[in-house]
């Protein structure tokens, strides 16, 4: 058995990835990569407890979150590519239409 | 640690996760980031395989690697070109909003490492979460255990999603006012109401799933076994536990949760739809008849193959100033 901690300390690890990520890409692609790589995290920790405590709701949640992200990336990019056709750009800091 | 096949193997898949997460959010080029999420992704279901879930393991593969993955290479395709090449990662020290990012990330950090490593809550989190939601005086022994603090993290979230329920409201009402100043903007008020109608749903769809997921959670004999044991994992993967879960009572606000998802997936077919499209009259030319039996005779497989230029087609004075090459099949007048 692998020990909790171990796979909590990963999941960890990988958030913080994500949102280093998250905050230093300035290119809307690379924002959404970078919430990927917080969904897997978050996806870890629901499949190392779900095996921790022997029920599989865990396992239920992380099929959620899977289908969740595909939704996510489906919208998110066809944003994307409204935005790109919109300004010829994906940069983030542009797009400041509702900013007041 | 004793050091068996599944520890050193979860070291390797761990240095992986790490290298090639750390790659994908900072390596330069959008399509090499891309690239190295596949290799992340890849990773994730070796974990979980590794853990002892193969179904999500397979899952993760078919729909991450097999459909997320594409999409997001099609994306790159799409907007590529110079300009995400251009889009450059901002310095992470010289602006100083990244000094504020630095800091709130040290401290978010924190936070976690306090989680992992500082609360005793590896095997009581049996009676910590179980009776929480539905205790009727749960503020009353809040400070209380230890165990209670666990729940800190939860109320800070709870209280985010209120301020971002609060936000999404003001801009809802931002944007019908808006439409109410100049009627004629009668998209923005459509806009505006299916935003305001879809977090009305959403809202009520996850009130739902909170209040029957509390049930659940403080249902007895929660836990099968001993925390922690294989015969856990091997419970927690029964594949008709799995999918007799699927179509539980506890997991419909889930799935209508799904439907509206699926709405949203419309959505976003309509945003990603052509502006102006060009006609088809203007996109291709118009090609005569006289054309097309020209272009028949001359695409013989022998001129192709040899790399010669295909006669062209499109006017004659083209034609003039590219040579022609003698063919066999070519009947003489």
Not at chain 1, 11 to 23: M, R
Not at chain 2, 198 to 226: K, M, N
């Amino acid at each position: 058995m692998i020990p909790i901690q171990w796979s909590v300390l990963l999941a960890c690890t990988l958030l913080c990835v994500g949102v280093l990520g998250l905050l230093v890409q300035r290119s809307a692609l690379r924002v959404l990569v970078s919430v990927e790589l917080i969904l897997n995290a978050a996806n870890i920790n629901f499949v190392a407890f779900a095996n921790y405590h022997g029920k599989a709701d865990g396992l239920l949640y992380t099929l959620f979150v899977i289908a969740l992200a595909a939704a996510e990336a489906a919208v998110g990019l066809a944003i994307l590519i409204h935005f790109y056709r919109h300004g010829r750009s994906v940069d983030v800091n542009k797009s400041t239409l509702l900013r007041w | 640690m004793d050091l068996t096949v599944e520890t050193v193997s979860f070291g390797v898949i761990a240095l992986l996760l790490v290298a090639s997460g750390l790659a994908s959010a900072l390596v330069k080029r959008t399509f090499h980031s891309v690239m190295f999420l596949g290799v992340f992704l890849v990773a994730v279901a070796s974990l979980y395989i590794l853990l002892g879930s193969p179904l999500v393991g397979i899952i993760q593969i078919l729909v991450y690697v097999g459909g997320i993955l594409t999409l997001f290479i099609f994306a790159v395709m799409f907007v590529a070109g110079d300009e995400t090449e251009t889009v450059e990662a901002s310095p992470v020290v010289k602006d100083r909003s990244n000094v504020w990012a630095i800091l709130s990330g040290i401290a978010i950090a924190g936070l976690l490492l306090y989680l992992v490593f500082g609360l005793n809550w590896v095997g009581q989190a049996n009676h910590a979460t179980a009776a929480w939601f539905t205790d009727e005086d749960w503020f009353s022994g809040w400070p209380g255990g230890q165990e209670n603090w666990v729940m800190i993290p939860a109320l800070i979230v709870g209280i985010l999603v209120i301020v971002v329920a609060v936000v999404a409201g003001i801009l809802a009402w931002l944007g019908i006012r808006h439409a109410i100043d100049n009627w004629s903007g009668s998209r923005i008020f459509g806009t505006a109401l299916a935003a305001a109608l879809f977090g009305l749903l959403t809202a009520i769809v996850v009130g739902v799933a909170f209040c029957v997921g509390s049930f659940c959670v403080s249902s007895p004999g929660a836990w099968v076994g001993e925390m922690g044991t294989e015969s856990n994992v091997a419970a927690a993967n029964e594949l008709e536990k799995v999918v007799g879960a699927l179509f539980d009572a506890q997991v419909v606000p889930f799935e209508i949760l799904g439907v509206l998802l699926t709405a949203v997936m419309v959505g976003a077919l309509v945003l990603a739809r052509p502006m102006q499209a060009p006609a088809d009259s203007e996109r291709y030319p118009t090609v005569s008849r006289k054309q097309v039996l020209e272009s028949q005779r001359v695409s013989d497989v022998s001129l192709h193959a040899t790399g010669a230029p295909a006669r062209s087609i499109a006017s004659p004075a083209s034609e003039s100033s590219v040579p022609s090459v003698p063919s066999a099949t070519e009947v003489p007048e």
